[in-house]
């Protein structure tokens, strides 16, 4: 396991009073994939992680597919051109006629926030071109391999985001336990992760257009908390 996952790991058992190397509570494959979810959750509610991608055209073709791991497209462009975003209400309701354009080049690429793999260059053209996007992207699913005691693939965002990436791992930890005591643990994590992932995104509105379309991944954090920043338990720190 690289160093920076095994530090985030070694921080989330000490957290939760999972010390014991004999026989931890909780799995290094368990804690792994925890931390993958983790990255995962914040690349889905915001462009932490985008790559870039040529879409060959084919003349008379409507729509196109962005790759397996997008999310959602950001930018487009074509011929060095960069064309505007657009949803199918705005266009309709500005060109009833639109499906029936056609023209020599692409002046814009219509989207649909339900289903953002899938674009629509407008207008459709009578010749090949390529399209060239940048879109959000899901990082690559970490998993632990026993055999060698290390991981197939290592974190990807940056790792300012490490302290929400352990809160997360921690909250989704309690969960396994699902008793009261845990699940309010549990949601006092995830309310510090929260404050990771909001100020991620904040930060990702100022790096990105408003045209990146953004979920939010929240939960309720107890305001029952008493005796410390966790409340009270038997948990080391208070969990």
């Given at each position: 396991m690289a160093e920076r996952?095994?530090?985030?790991?070694?921080?989330?058992?000490?957290?939760?009073?999972?010390?014991?190397?004999?026989?931890?509570?909780w799995s290094n494959t368990r804690l792994v994939s925890l931390l993958s979810d983790a990255q995962e959750e914040m690349c889905k509610g915001m462009p932490l992680l985008t790559r870039k991608a040529t879409i060959n055209t084919v003349a008379g073709q409507e729509e196109y597919r962005l790759p397996i791991d997008s999310i959602s497209l950001?930018?487009?462009?074509?011929?060095?051109?960069?064309?505007?975003?657009?949803?199918y209400d705005v266009i309709e309701r500005s060109n009833a006629?639109?499906?029936?354009?056609?023209?020599?080049?692409?002046?814009?690429?219509?989207?649909?926030?339900?289903s953002q793999q899938t674009i629509r260059p407008y207008p459709l053209i009578s010749a090949s071109k390529p399209l060239k996007v940048r879109y959000?992207?899901?990082?690559?699913?970490?998993?632990?391999?026993?055999?060698?005691?290390?991981?197939?693939?290592?974190?990807?965002?940056?790792?300012?985001?490490?302290?929400?990436?352990?809160?997360?791992?921690?909250?989704?930890?309690?969960?396994?336990?699902?008793?009261?005591?845990?699940?309010?643990?549990?949601?006092?994590?995830?309310?510090?992760?929260?404050?990771?992932?909001?100020?991620?995104k904040s930060l990702s509105k100022k790096s990105f257009s408003k045209n990146v379309r953004t979920t939010d991944f929240q939960a309720k954090v107890s305001n029952q908390?008493?005796?410390?920043?966790?409340?009270?338990?038997n948990c080391r720190f208070g969990y």
């Open positions: 996952e095994m530090r985030i790991i070694a921080g989330a058992r000490i957290t939760l009073n999972d010390l014991a190397e004999s026989l931890p509570r950001i930018r487009a462009s074509s011929e060095g051109i960069a064309l505007p975003l657009i949803s006629g639109w499906e029936d354009d056609k023209g020599n080049a692409f002046t814009s690429i219509i989207v649909n926030a339900l959000q992207a899901l990082p690559e699913r970490i998993t632990y391999n026993l055999d060698d005691e290390d991981t197939n693939e290592e974190l990807t965002i940056d790792s300012m985001w490490d302290t929400g990436l352990k809160q997360y791992v921690v909250a989704m930890a309690f969960l396994d336990y699902g008793d009261a005591a845990s699940i309010s643990r549990s949601q006092v994590a995830m309310g510090l992760y929260n404050k990771e992932f909001q100020s991620a908390n008493t005796g410390g920043r966790y409340g009270r338990g």
